[in-house]
């Protein structure tokens, strides 16, 4: 599975931007997808993770409420909807698969294929 994240960006605080990440290759619908993010100087942090049939959703604290992840099967395609963006949302943001083995996870290390990343500043 390869995946190339797209849709970044510099965004006034309290706005929005919409996060694509298409995969190519079979058996799209198997993986839960995740997007994380890397703050400079932190470590990389999970963002939010969705499970093929979307029935299974996660969001970190620091996002609920503000962004929205969903997913296209039939494009082969994961979105991250961020509105009310704040300063401390500016990162590099990523998405990942993981091939589901019966449960969602939110560990970065669980996850099987990265996309290359994609910048986000938030200016206030």
């Known amino acids: 599975v390869q995946l190339q994240a797209s849709g970044g960006g510099l965004v006034q605080a309290g706005g929005s931007l919409r996060l694509s990440c298409a995969a190519s290759g079979r058996s799209f619908s198997a993986y839960v997808m995740g997007w994380f993010r890397q703050a400079p100087g932190k470590e990389r942090e999970f963002v939010a993770a969705?499970?093929?049939?979307?029935?299974?959703?996660y969001y970190a604290d620091s996002v609920k409420g503000r962004f929205t992840i969903s997913r296209d099967n039939a494009k082969n395609t994961v979105y991250l909807q961020m509105n009310s963006l704040k300063s401390e949302d500016t990162a590099v943001y990523y998405c990942?698969?993981?091939?589901?083995?019966?449960?969602?996870?939110?560990?970065?290390?669980?996850?099987?294929?990265w996309g290359q990343g994609t910048q986000v500043t938030v200016s206030s």
């Open positions: 990942a698969a993981d091939l589901y083995v019966g449960y969602v996870t939110t560990a970065a290390a669980q996850y099987d294929y």
């Open positions: 969705i499970k093929w049939s979307a029935d299974t959703i």
